[in-house]
């Protein structure tokens, strides 16, 4: 074992470095819709010209063909800037991009691939509906095939960026039959369509790229389908391993730099005595390094993560581990933060606020055990197939 | 950068864990309750003789010269066995006897002639020229040394010289327990804490027994969860008991990369070696007390049996978690540190 990287691998380490440092966007992110949009596609846009998109994806589409490793430095030299992740290019990078690697057709692969590491679209995920969350398989919106398109009628909730998004990987029912994991179709909706209503939510954090959407009558192409008509939970699945696996990457490591940025907030900000400073709390001090030391083993079971991966092809399993502990972590850190602010705690201030905002932080942890899998679905999926207990 | 272990790491494991399952099994504590000794001499230069004690010594000492990570890796395995015998002392006391420059007495510890118990200062100090104060020693049965930890290095004292040893009641059935009052005793043996940090080295050997403890209760929770039967179902099918599981199989999973990654760091001499350190000792001591404690619940009233073995976990994954530091200073001492590398 080692912890070594290869000199490409520093050199590579350093060029991002340099090349975060002159192109990161330095103006804070547009809150509004329009705004939003355009600030994260024009940023994937820049990673795009200089070369820094699809890191491990395929030369074929547009990337740099180089591996997890590569793609976890530029993920840790990001994080070290400071900015918030997820974004409006999640579901195109992390979902639809490496399941349509896996399962879709040259051509469609021609065409979507390249757009996405562009910076070209905004892909959304219309998977959960208001029947069908956890139990995803319990969906229910309807598509009946006629001719050479699918006419898609029902709704889909909890669907990020669906206001400012191009496409949509979408699960619908083709065939209600006696499985309920038989009949789904995974297919890519193009979010102009006519008959589509999008309604945004407002979230807990204030923002509003939480979206339901309304489907009546949309016409989809059939050549649109990825993986074949009533066959879309196969599909489906490889989207959530990749989610459940390396999608959450960049979050991981950005724990680390926000637990950090944790301790030397405690360090200058008064604690509950109102006098000291927090972090000479005994007992904030302690769950600081308690916080520190399960980051840096988050850390570690995500570079065996990575390991594992060079290794496989699809993730296994394993991804809910990891998924269930940083959600679990960063919701203790979500909380932690509140208590070393003191009264402080009392202001509003959005995560995407130079220097990051410890209770917009807060509040958004509470999603980290709720999408991507609920925690206690993650649990199932490792009591079940990691520890093999019955069900 | 490789975190998973190689083809001749899972082979080295797995004649470990087949050596202990077989010549070292965990009835034998029980068995030996009344023992003097935890563990029998013919066991215990058999495993020598496997090469057990001399993992990470140099060949000149008739080691194998191996890594840090490997000698982890067959810790873990120990930890999972719950082995009794002095094995982390004299491999600890193997490799300050190297750096101290006496091969020969590394060599002798090597195989198996010369044990070494471990000794924790209660009060008083150690340094160069020897110790004093009061000690808990554990195992001392058959030692010829105690290794003794201090703030500045570490000793290797002669057992005979610290008088008259009281036996204890110790916690662990597996690990025998006395204390001593020593005026002055010399050490043998004295490595400076700059010349080598052997307490982070204890540290990553202790979290290793640790990651194997957590592992091997996840196991037997997993096991009692799909057999024992109530209310006509297999009580894993509950979620009450499901999900206990995982989160036990979640901890001793981030338990074992983090060891894993203190060990590479020890060894490498990364500039956080000690942050990395430390962070294992705080998440294998909880996954492995949380995991133990989880694992009693689990089996109902069995689990709280002298005849189960579930005790003998949590007993020892106690022991392993007060050894070389105390939570709060592991704590202390990690938020002390610089940021991670
Ligand atoms: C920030 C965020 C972004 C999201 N983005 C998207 C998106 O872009 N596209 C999309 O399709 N979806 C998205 N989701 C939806 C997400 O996938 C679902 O919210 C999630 O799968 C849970 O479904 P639900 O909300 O219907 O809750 P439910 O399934 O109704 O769960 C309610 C509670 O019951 C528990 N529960 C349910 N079933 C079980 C069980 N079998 N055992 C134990 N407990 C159980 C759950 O854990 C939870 O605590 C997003 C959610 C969040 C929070």
Redesign the interface.
């Known amino acids: 074992m080692d912890l070594d990287f290869s000199p490409e691998q520093v050199q590579f380490r350093e060029e991002v470095r340099t090349w975060l440092t002159e192109h990161v966007p330095r103006e804070q992110r547009p809150e509004e819709p329009a705004g939003m949009r355009e600030f994260d596609l024009g940023w994937q846009r820049t990673q795009w010209e200089g070369g820094w998109a699809g890191i491990a994806w395929p030369e074929q589409y547009g990337g740099r063909g180089l591996t997890l490793v590569q793609q976890l430095i530029w993920y840790e030299e990001y994080a070290r800037t400071g900015l918030p992740g997820i974004d409006a290019n999640f579901v195109g990078l992390s979902h639809a991009g490496p399941t349509l690697m896996t399962r879709a057709t040259e051509e469609q692969k021609a065409f979507h691939l390249p757009r996405i590491l562009r910076g070209d679209v905004v892909w959304c995920q219309g998977f959960s509906e208001p029947g069908a969350g956890s139990d995803l398989a319990a969906l229910s919106t309807r598509a009946v095939i006629d001719g050479d398109e699918l006419v898609v009628t029902g709704q889909k909730i909890w669907t990020s960026f669906a206001n400012i998004a191009d496409h949509q990987e979408l699960l619908v029912r083709t065939t209600r039959g006696d499985s309920k994991h038989h009949g789904i179709t995974w297919v890519i909706c193009d979010m102009n369509s006519p008959g589509i209503d999008v309604r945004p939510i407002e979230t807990i954090e204030g923002g509003a790229e939480f979206c339901e959407v309304f489907y009546d009558e949309v016409r989809i192409p059939l050549e649109n389908v990825v993986g074949g008509v009533d066959d879309g939970w196969r599909v489906a699945m490889s989207t959530l391993s990749f989610e459940r696996g390396t999608a959450f990457t960049a979050n991981q490591v950005r724990l680390a730099d926000t637990v950090e940025k944790l301790i030397d907030t405690a360090r200058e900000h008064p604690g509950p005595d109102g006098r000291r400073p927090a972090i000479e709390d005994d007992e904030i001090a302690r769950r600081l390094a308690t916080a520190r030391a399960e980051v840096a083993a988050l850390r570690a079971m995500t570079y065996a993560g990575v390991c594992r991966n060079l290794r496989t092809d699809t993730p296994g399993p394993e991804g809910s581990m990891l998924k269930l502990y940083y959600a679990e972590v960063a919701k203790e850190v979500g909380r932690l933060a509140m208590d070393v602010i003191g009264p402080d705690a009392l202001r509003l201030v959005s995560r995407w606020a130079p220097g990051g905002g410890w209770t917009g932080n807060y509040f958004y942890s509470f999603s980290q055990s709720i999408g991507g899998g609920t925690s206690e679905i993650q649990r199932n999926i490792i009591g079940d197939r990691v520890l093999g207990l019955p069900r | ?6 083809r001749d ?1 899972l082979e080295l494991t797995a004649a470990a864990a087949e050596f202990f399952s077989e010549q070292v099994p965990i009835a034998g504590i029980r068995a030996r309750r009344d023992e003097p000794a935890s563990l029998d001499t013919k066991t215990w230069l058999a495993g020598a003789e496997l090469g057990l004690l001399g993992l990470s010594a140099p060949e000149e000492v008739g080691g194998s010269g191996l ?1 840090l ?1 490997d000698e982890a890796l067959v810790f873990r395995e120990i930890g999972r066995a719950l082995a009794p015998g002095p094995f982390l002392g004299t491999v600890l006391g193997a490799r300050l006897a190297v750096l101290a420059g006496r091969p020969d007495l590394a060599a002798s510890m090597v195989d198996g002639r010369t044990a070494v118990a471990l000794a924790e200062l209660r009060d008083g100090s150690v340094g160069p020229e020897g110790l004093g104060g009061r000690l808990d020693v554990l195992d001392p049965e058959g030692s010829t040394y105690v290794l003794v930890l201090g703030e500045d290095g570490a000793a290797l004292v002669e057992t005979a010289a610290l008088g008259d040893l009281e036996p204890l009641a110790g916690i662990d059935p597996g690990t025998r327990l006395a204390s001593a009052t020593v005026g002055a005793a010399s050490a043998a043996c004295w490595l400076p804490a700059d010349q080598e940090p052997l307490r982070l080295r204890a540290l990553v050997l202790a979290s290793a027994m640790l990651v194997g403890i957590a592992e091997a209760v ?1 196991d037997q929770a ?1 096991d009692h ?2 057999n024992r039967v109530q209310f006509g ?2 009580i ?2 509950n ?1 009450a008991i ?2 206990r ?3 036990m ?2 901890a001793a ?3 074992l ?2 060891t ?2 203190g ?3 020890l060894q ?1 001499g ?1 500039a956080d070696r000690e ?2 350190v ?3 000792r ?2 294998s001591s909880r996954a492995a007390l949380d995991g133990a404690s989880a694992n009693i619940q689990i089996h109902g009233g069995m689990g709280y049996t002298y005849e189960h073995d579930a005790h003998l976990y949590l007993k020892r994954a106690q022991v392993l978690d007060h050894l070389f530091l105390q939570r ?1 200073d ?3 001492g ?2 002390a540190q610089a ?2 590398q």
């Open positions: 950068m490789d975190l998973l272990p190689s790491q890594g990570d996840r997993s969860a799909k179902r297999p894993g099918v979620q499901k999900h599981c995982a989160d199989a979640v999973e981030a338990a990369s983090q894993m990654f060990a590479v760091a490498s990364r942050f990395q430390l962070a294992a705080i998440v709060t592991a704590l202390g990690l938020l940021a991670a």
